[in-house]
């Protein structure tokens, strides 16, 4: 996503990562709409920041494999 500061980036993958509930809109996502289906988001969509706190020896696979699981991801 290309935006502004404070354009609403971060927010949005929280609520798309169920970290902060829906207060306006729908999400849609291949046709389901998920806006009152936190635990199924929080499968679908995630979200890591940028930061030093994964082990900077693995790959992006790696590192998205590692995440899904910690998310409880299938």
Do not use: H
Request: hydrophobic content about 45%; proline content about 8%; glycine content about 10%.
């Amino acid at each position: 996503m290309i935006c502004a500061a404070g354009g609403g980036k971060t927010t949005l993958l929280r609520v798309l990562d169920a970290r902060l509930p829906v207060t306006a809109g729908r999400i849609v996502w291949r046709d389901a709409d998920l806006t009152s289906q936190p635990a199924v988001r929080a499968q679908s969509f995630g979200f890591a920041p940028p930061t030093e706190a994964f082990p900077p020896t693995l790959t992006a696979g790696e590192l998205i494999s590692l995440t899904q699981r910690l998310r409880g991801a299938n």
